[in-house]
């Protein structure tokens, strides 16, 4: 289980990454905007657990990526997260 110390750091980061990336979402309705945020939040957790088992595995489930590999492929899968169109019909 995480400390709510530890919670509050991890918010607090994304909270200062949010000023860099919500430019990235300009094209996009507000309610869209807070889903992708929701979701790119939950993707980088997810991901980071992923690739640390990945690390711990002997041997792993499937190849592992360099961690200067898995971090350049991270931020490339957000950046086109937060870019993609939407199909959301407007006001949706």
């Given at each position: 289980?995480?400390?709510?110390?530890?919670?509050?750091?991890?918010?607090?980061?994304?909270?200062?990454?949010?000023?860099?990336?919500?430019?990235?979402?300009?094209?996009?309705?507000?309610?869209?905007i807070?889903?992708?945020?929701?979701?790119?939040?939950?993707?980088?957790?997810?991901?980071?657990?992923?690739?640390?088992?990945?690390?711990?595995?002997?041997?792993?489930?499937?190849?592992?990526?360099?961690?200067?590999?898995?971090?350049v492929?991270?931020?490339?899968?957000?950046?086109?997260?937060?870019?993609?169109?939407?199909?959301?019909?407007?006001?949706?």
């Open positions: 289980m995480t400390d709510a110390g530890d919670a509050i750091t991890i918010n607090t980061s994304i909270t200062r990454c949010a000023a860099y990336l919500l430019p990235s979402l300009d094209h996009l309705p507000a309610p869209v807070a889903e992708r945020t929701s979701q790119v939040t939950g993707f980088i957790i997810r991901a980071c657990s992923d690739q640390s088992r990945l690390m711990d595995s002997d041997p792993p489930a499937r190849p592992v990526l360099s961690v200067e590999d898995f971090t492929n991270l931020v490339d899968t957000i950046l086109a997260i937060l870019q993609a169109p939407t199909s959301v019909a407007a006001g949706g």
